[in-house]
């Protein structure tokens, strides 16, 4: 089956400094990737699509410069939090849609980001 | 904007009773229907999934959905639910390659199942 992981797991760092997580489809190619935030007790809420070789598209009120993404590959993106604050701390989840289905999303394990 | 409803936020049974979770969207064309479960401390895991065809739709674990179209619900259901469903249960809509295959996703509903 499709799987996806995520790296780190978990992270915690200083307010201030940049955090880079990495999205990697395992078994399969992923010319679109999906960010999810996911806060305590909520549902998640799609930050950003992902586009290899391209920009990323951002949903509405996310600030694409605090939260870059990267999809230099078709199995790899990555989220990097910059200047990360403590509001910043979440739960950020990836998907990447299967291989000639895109309807359906494979999830990624979450990488929990507490910023001290 | 597109929307999806879960009105039960916090569910509480014992086992062997039935289920029933709610689920509501609001877009009038075609729709892909899902319903996904997070275990405690673990990622997301598609339970089911509706793409067209039978409404019904039988998923893991036991676990059903029915799409009334009329309704515009995906209600998820299961006869005797388990300690072992003790988790957050999260509906989902796709408007498909009109959206660019991006989730839409309902607040959540947390099942305790006391044993």
């Known amino acids: 089956g499709a799987v996806v992981s995520q790296h780190p797991s978990r992270v915690i760092c200083k307010s201030g400094t940049s955090v880079k997580i990495e999205c990697r489809s395992l078994?399969?190619?992923?010319?679109?990737m999906f960010w999810y935030r996911q806060f305590p007790k909520q549902s998640l809420m799609l930050m950003a699509t992902?586009?290899?070789?391209?920009?990323?598209?951002?949903e509405q009120g996310v600030e694409k410069d605090k939260f870059l993404i990267n999809h230099a590959s078709l199995t790899l993106s990555t989220l990097t939090v910059a200047s990360a604050h403590p509001e910043d701390s979440s739960f950020y989840i990836c998907?990447?849609?299967?291989?000639?289905?895109?309807?359906?999303?494979?999830f990624g394990p979450g990488t929990r980001l507490t910023v001290l | 904007a597109q929307s999806v409803s879960q009105h039960n936020h916090h569910v509480i049974l014992s086992e062997a009773a039935s289920l029933e979770l709610g689920c509501n969207y609001s877009?009038?064309?075609?729709?892909?229907l899902f319903w996904y479960v997070q275990y405690p401390g673990q990622h997301l895991q598609l339970l089911l999934k509706?793409?067209?065809?039978?409404?019904l739709v039988k998923g893991i674990k036991g676990f059903e959905a029915e799409f009334i179209k009329s309704k515009f619900s995906f209600n998820l259901r299961k006869p005797s639910v388990q300690w072992s469903d003790t988790a957050e249960y999260f509906c989902?809509?796709?408007?498909?390659?009109?959206?660019?295959?991006?989730?839409?996703f309902g607040s959540g509903t947390r099942l305790l199942v006391r044993p």
């Open positions: 078994d399969f190619q992923a010319t679109t």
């Open positions: 989902a809509v796709s408007l498909g390659v009109d959206s660019s295959y991006k989730l839409i």
């Open positions: 998907s990447a849609p299967g291989q000639g289905n895109y309807n359906e999303q494979f």
């Open positions: 509706y793409f067209s065809g039978d409404p």
């Open positions: 877009y009038g064309g075609t729709v892909n």
């Open positions: 992902s586009n290899e070789g391209s920009k990323a598209t951002y």
